[in-house]
């Protein structure tokens, strides 16, 4: 560790997770506002002509050592090592606007989304007419849209590579 001893690495490792923890509200903004969401929905626009999109969702693997206890094997991914199972959505310009790093690494990526706040204020109709880009491990919604598994006209074949283009345009984790 280039001289570091253990220790100090820990209450490095500490102190900069408890400021971004102080920071995260000023820094990880979902667009809420109607302007806000005019703006994010334009920007996505313009990366595969999909419209009123207000960010791409997925989940990727943070690598933590086994918690040991009962529980521990729920932290057991399916890659065989232990996790906990973090979901963002960013925006069209790579920035998150929103995290939920709760879950252990066992847990299906639906599962996160249909238990976050986000899903909650989706279902009740807080972003009406708007949408989430997810891949295919998320369910189908009307607010969150997935890529056709197996595409067979050419209508949809556009719309997964418009997909994929926004995805990849706005989210290193997405399909």
Known sequence: MGGISVSTCSRIIRRVSEAIVTLYKKIILFPETEQEQVTVKSDFFKIAKFPNVLGCIDCTHIKIQSPGGDDAELFRNRKSYMSINMQTISSPNLLITDIVARWPGSTHDSTIYQNSRRYERFE????????????????????????????????????????????????????
């Open 124 to 175: 009740r109709g807080d972003y009406q007419g708007s949408y989430l880009l997810g891949d295919s491990g998320y369910p189908l919604k009307s607010h969150l849209l997935t890529p056709y598994l197996n595409p067979a006209t050419v209508g949809q074949q556009r719309y997964n590579t418009a997909h994929t283009q926004k995805c990849s345009g706005a989210s290193v984790w997405c399909s």
